[in-house]
């Protein structure tokens, strides 16, 4: 009876006692002591490599632009280049920073912007050396013609587009052809209306006109409402009327048969010859 009594008491306190196993905790607390210093280690590295990243953008001289470079033949231009890049690096932003020394934070758009207000007649590209060089390659646009509109005299493109007004017209080369316009359209986003097809014309009639009729000389050129037509105004003499849509050689066949045939002497009294109207040649 005694043994019996006994034995349901280990069995009674067997269940009682809580057991823990000690290699099992020892084990546990290794593992959470790893994982912080995992994290810590993560962490350390993402907040050194940020501190590395701000030190290139705005304090090392990695990538920073140490040299501007222009290819113009005019070195006071060049010169002037220079300064307005040199200006616009200069800028601080973000405080105290000057982030646009940094050759990916050269803001292109703006400083192209900046030239064409100063350069109206040069074009430009840039291109970024990862040498630490900003190279500005400059191209002078070709002047094809002077518009006229609204009493103001404006140099132009072959793609028609305003390069610069005109503001002392006596200074006008006379290479240039006077366009004028005197239609209702008027120039839009500093473009001619009609684009480049009226300097096509325009240049395709300083051309021919030379070659096939040499003795008379070109004044100017009009634009008005009247659809694919353009006219020419001779030097003391008529006003010719072309089509835009017909061969220029087949009109200026027909001004040359009335010129030399028909009205002869009294070619300069007319006011105008209208070479538009399919074959027919109406003057007055």
């Known amino acids: ?40 280690l993560i962490l350390s590295g993402i907040i050194i490599f940020l501190i590395l990243i701000i030190w290139t953008i705005f304090f090392s001289d990695f990538l920073k632009i140490k040299d501007v470079q222009t290819n113009s033949a005019d070195q006071n231009l060049n010169q002037e280049i220079v300064a307005l890049a040199n200006q616009q690096m200069s ?10 020394k940094k050759l990916f934070f050269f803001n292109k758009e703006e400083f192209l912007k900046k030239f064409k207000e100063a350069y109206p007649f040069q074009e430009i590209t840039i291109q970024k050396n990862i040498s630490g060089k900003l190279i500005i390659n400059v191209k002078e646009k070709e002047i094809t013609g002077v518009w006229n509109e609204a009493d103001k005299y404006y140099f132009i493109d072959s793609e028609g587009n305003i390069l610069n007004e005109i503001t002392n017209i006596d200074t006008i080369d006379k290479k240039y052809p006077i366009i004028v316009n005197q239609s209702s359209n008027i120039i839009t986003d500093g473009k ?11 240049q395709e009639i300083l051309k021919k006109i030379p070659e096939k009729i040499p003795d008379i000389a070109i004044e100017k050129f009009t634009i008005d409402n009247d ?11 008529p006003e010719i009327i072309f089509s835009t849509k017909d061969p220029l050689d087949k009109q200026i066949e ?19 010859i209208n070479l538009s109207i399919g074959d027919k040649v109406y003057y007055q």
């Open 1 to 40: 009876m005694t043994f019996s009594r006994r034995n349901r008491k280990f069995s009674f306190d067997c269940h009682k006692k809580k057991l823990e196993n000690p290699f099992f905790s020892q084990k546990k607390r290794i593992n959470s002591a790893n994982y912080n210093f995992k994290k810590i």
């Open 91 to 100: 800028q601080k932003k973000y405080f105290f920073f000057q982030p646009e």
């Open 192 to 202: 001619i209306w009609t684009g480049g097809k009226t300097i096509s014309h325009v």
């Open 227 to 237: 659809v694919d037509t353009i006219k020419m105004k001779i030097t003391n003499g």
């Open 254 to 272: 027909k001004l040359l048969t009335v010129k030399n045939q028909k009205l002869k002497n009294d070619f300069n009294s007319k006011q105008y």
